[in-house]
């Protein structure tokens, strides 16, 4: 019998320094397991040397394969991609600076093959090595979305994971361009199991990662899968109708028993600052859900690939292709 294939997708953002221990580190681990494997490295436009030891690698291993993208487009795009070009009955995402443990993997594998779960993800227990600010927001992130998402976006959970082909067919399903993978993976649903971990730190390399990119990356996430924001912007609007309402009656009979001095030019203008403020807030809003429709009715590819010496059909080339 053909043995079934596990599909490792690796994303590597200026990682020449972690590859080489990186495929080190997982063929310790994969070598034993029952099932072929196979390495697909997503080249996220680095800017080092990424490519050519990527390049480099897949000489010497003939397990290894890259795709490598015409310019950064992001880990979405990437996890995006590796899922479209993965063949394996079993795929894995994994970060290529081993804050994911490969020696994971078999129990993954395991917990996949033999007690009939479809996703086995993977959360890190602490925050060791981040910075106290960072982890507060990440909390804080976390609870916001899972308050106005109605879904269960677990805190702490990694992007490492191990599904079956049947979940990677469904996320392939969702071909959004505004991807918010953790929101993804929660919609989709299917048998998941989670495994914990302490948080390691990256080998080497920096974090790609500044603190503006992961709050536009949060607040996409909150757009990406909830509503609920416009739905605060309608209600605060009946609520300041609400009080200019009541303002009103105040005002008429104030008016009525003291009679009419003009005074109150001051507070009024802080009221217009105030209102139109809120006003602004709430067109703000709308616009954020505009601004995605319309990316999302542009159509664009999600990621573009330079070159790869992989097709898409899951047959492999050992030459080089270009995408025309
Ligand atoms: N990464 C990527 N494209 C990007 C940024 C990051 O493919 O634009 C990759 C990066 O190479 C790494 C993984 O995504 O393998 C996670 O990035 P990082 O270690 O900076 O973040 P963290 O571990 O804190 O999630
Ligand atoms: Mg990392």
């Known amino acids: 019998m053909k043995k079934e294939l596990l599909s490792i997708i690796v994303l590597a953002y200026n990682e020449e320094q972690a590859l080489q221990l990186f495929i080190e580190e997982a063929e310790k681990y994969t070598r034993d397991m029952p099932v072929d494997v196979e390495y697909?490295?997503?080249?996220?436009?680095?800017?080092?040397?990424?490519?050519?030891?990527?390049?480099?690698?897949?000489?010497?291993?003939?397990?290894?394969?890259?795709?490598?993208?015409?310019?950064?487009?992001?880990?979405?795009?990437?996890?995006?991609?590796?899922?479209?070009?993965?063949?394996?009955?079993?795929?894995?995402?994994?970060?290529?600076?081993?804050?994911d443990p490969p020696a994971l993997l078999p129990e993954m594998y395991r917990l996949i093959v033999e007690e009939q779960y479809d996703c086995v993800g993977s959360r890190r227990i602490d925050r060791k090595g981040e910075p106290p600010i960072r982890s507060f927001f990440a909390r804080l992130f976390y609870r916001i979305m899972n308050n106005l998402s109605q879904m269960d976006i677990v805190d702490g959970s990694r992007d490492f994971q191990m599904m079956k082909r049947k979940v990677v067919d469904a996320i392939l399903r969702m071909p959004e361009r505004n991807r918010f993978s953790k929101g993804i993976f929660g919609w989709i649903g299917f048998r998941?199991?989670?495994?914990?971990?302490?948080?390691?730190?990256?080998?080497?390399?920096?974090?790609?990662?500044?603190?503006?990119?992961?709050?536009?990356?949060?607040?996409?996430?909150?757009?990406?899968?909830?509503?609920?924001?416009?739905?605060?912007?309608?209600?605060?609007?009946?609520?300041?109708?609400?009080?200019?309402?009541?303002?009103?009656?105040?005002?008429?009979?104030?008016?009525?028993?003291?009679?009419?001095?003009?005074?109150?030019w001051p507070s009024l203008a802080c009221i217009i600052m105030f209102v139109s403020g809120i006003q602004l807030f709430c067109v703000g809003i709308l616009g954020q859900y505009l601004s995605k429709i319309y990316i999302e009715t542009k159509n664009r590819p999600i990621y573009l690939v330079d070159e790869t010496n992989i097709t898409r059909d899951g047959r492999y080339e050992k030459a080089v292709h270009t995408l025309q």
């Open 40 to 99: 697909i490295f997503v080249n996220d436009g680095s800017s080092d040397d990424t490519f050519a030891v990527l390049e480099g690698m897949s000489r010497q291993n003939d397990r290894v394969f890259y795709i490598s993208f015409s310019r950064n487009f992001g880990k979405e795009a990437a996890m995006y991609a590796g899922l479209e070009y993965a063949r394996g009955d079993y795929v894995a995402i994994m970060d290529a600076d081993l804050q």
């Open 192 to 264: 998941k199991k989670w495994l914990e971990y302490e948080n390691v730190e990256r080998v080497a390399g920096e974090m790609k990662w500044s603190f503006w990119k992961l709050l536009i990356y949060a607040l996409d996430g909150i757009i990406a899968f909830s509503t609920i924001p416009l739905v605060i912007a309608s209600l605060t609007g009946l609520v300041f109708c609400f009080i200019a309402l009541m303002m009103i009656i105040f005002i008429i009979v104030k008016t009525l028993v003291f009679g009419d001095p003009t005074s109150g």
